[in-house]
């Protein structure tokens, strides 16, 4: 079999997977699609130097039809507050653009290292869930926007939405959870999108990367990933209403903790 094709395939049934668990579980599909890229694209020639640059760059690039129908879907809801979005935006937009030239000057290993890390505490927080909800009040414009600089460029440089850093801030200082998340909803739609831009910038010169890709992003692994997990995001969130969701996100978090150490130890 060719090796696109077989890499388009496979992306095809990750993809059905990440879309399931991610209505299911509440979860970024970046946690399952990166580890998953970075042992699907040797497939097609990537050598290690580049490969965990595309493989979270294609991560965040998948994100942004899924942020979408869910910042939709939110914002049907009134579950947006937009005020926050005036100390912010700029905020996500710079710290987003820059991320794909700042994991230029991370090399391939650290990069996966760090995601590694990112994973096991991500683990942990599934298997031990915490609401922070409290009275306190918005922090100074000043302290929002850099807030939002850093939380998008972590998010950007992991090829993840950056809810699962943003809901425990805003909850922390007094925003109700729905509005928490339906602004994480929208906000990581434009941390997907402009990190997005910023990676197709970072690599447009790289010489060595394989055909069909632009940028850091390779299309033909996007477009298998996206083409399942739009459709099958609402099957999850339909068996979301009657499966054990905290069994499952307590053996979804054992995954991610071998999942983690596999990275950490073999790479």
């Given at each position: 079999?060719?090796?696109?094709?077989?890499?388009?395939?496979?992306?095809?049934?990750?993809?059905?997977?990440?879309?399931?668990?991610?209505?299911?579980?509440?979860?970024?599909?970046?946690?399952?699609?990166?580890?998953?890229?970075?042992?699907?694209?040797?497939?097609?020639?990537?050598?290690?130097?580049?490969?965990?640059?595309?493989?979270?760059?294609t991560s965040l690039a998948a994100i942004i039809l899924t942020g979408l129908s869910s910042a939709i879907s939110h914002q049907k809801r009134d579950n947006i507050p937009?005020?926050?979005?005036?100390?912010?935006l700029p905020?996500?937009?710079?710290?987003?653009?820059?991320?794909?030239?700042?994991?230029?000057?991370?090399s391939a290993g650290a990069l996966q290292q760090i995601f590694a890390v990112f994973v096991l505490l991500m683990a942990v927080k599934m298997a031990f869930p915490f609401k922070a909800e409290s009275q306190r009040k918005l922090p100074h414009f000043l302290v929002l926007l850099m807030t939002a600089i850093v939380i998008s460029i972590i998010a950007a440089l992991l090829g993840i939405g950056g809810s699962v850093l943003l809901v425990p801030f805003l909850t922390f200082f007094g925003i109700q959870m729905r509005y928490a998340i339906g602004f994480s909803a929208?906000?990581?739609l434009l941390i997907a999108s402009f990190g997005?831009?910023?990676?197709?910038?970072?690599?447009?010169?790289?010489?060595g990367l394989p055909q069909f890709t632009l940028g850091y992003i390779y299309i033909p692994a996007l477009l298998g990933i996206v083409s399942?997990?739009?459709?099958?995001?609402?099957?999850?969130?339909?068996?979301?209403?009657?499966?054990?969701?905290?069994?499952?996100?307590?053996?979804?978090?054992?995954?991610?903790?071998?999942?983690?150490?596999?990275?950490?130890?073999?790479?």
């Open positions: 079999m060719d090796p696109i094709i077989q890499v388009v395939s496979i992306c095809l049934l990750f993809g059905a997977l990440i879309g399931f668990l991610a209505g299911l579980l509440g979860i970024g599909g970046g946690l399952i699609a990166v580890p998953a890229l970075l042992s699907i694209l040797p497939l097609v020639g990537f050598s290690h130097g580049f490969l965990p640059h595309v493989a979270i760059a937009w005020f926050l979005f005036k100390p912010m905020g996500f937009v710079m710290g987003s653009l820059c991320a794909g030239f700042i994991s230029e000057k991370i929208a906000s990581g997005s831009v910023g990676y197709v910038l970072a690599g447009w010169d790289v010489h399942t997990s739009v459709l099958i995001a609402p099957l999850g969130a339909k068996a979301a209403s009657t499966w054990r969701t905290d069994i499952l996100k307590r053996l979804f978090a054992l995954l991610l903790v071998i999942i983690g150490l596999k990275l950490v130890l073999v790479g």
